[in-house]
Structures are given as C-alpha cells and as structure tokens.
C-alpha cells in the first residue's frame, strides 16, 4: 500500500505540480522510501515500471545521476 501511495504521490507532483505541491524535501523523501520498498524487485521493468516513471523522474529533476543498484540490460547508466 505504501507503493502505490508514494508513487501516486510522486507522479501527481511531477505532471501537475501547482494542484499537487510538495516540497523539494518531500519529493526526496518520498522517492527514497519508494526506491527502497521497489528497487530490488524486478529491475528489467525499471525503464517502464513504476522505478522509471518515478524515481527516474526525481532523479533527472535534482541532476542525481542514477539509481541502478546493478547492470541493467538497456538501462542507461552514469559515466
């Protein structure tokens, strides 16, 4: 259940942020309880799944790099 509702959260911020405001500290917040309740579970769907429709976005926003914690085939990966 915290997934679904960090996510929502998450994704409603990002495609509209003046209806869903939160702060820059609760986004991180949300997305790095997020990426440790998701990242383990299957990281071949990371690009499409919920891990790059969201904590992907959060990442590119603050210039983060990436969030991989192991190859991914396909996955871009920071230089």
């Not at 990371?46 to 969030?67: A, E, N, S």
Request: no cysteine.
């Amino acid at each position: 259940m915290r997934k679904e509702a960090n996510a929502t959260l998450i994704r409603l911020h990002t495609e509209f942020p003046n209806e869903y405001n939160l702060s820059d500290i609760e986004l991180i917040d949300l997305t790095q309880e997020l990426a440790s309740l998701i990242t383990p579970f299957s990281p071949w769907e990371r690009p499409v799944g919920t891990p790059g429709r969201t904590i992907d976005v959060v990442l590119d926003r603050f210039q983060l790099g990436d969030d991989y914690p192991y190859p991914i085939s396909g996955a871009a990966t920071a230089e």
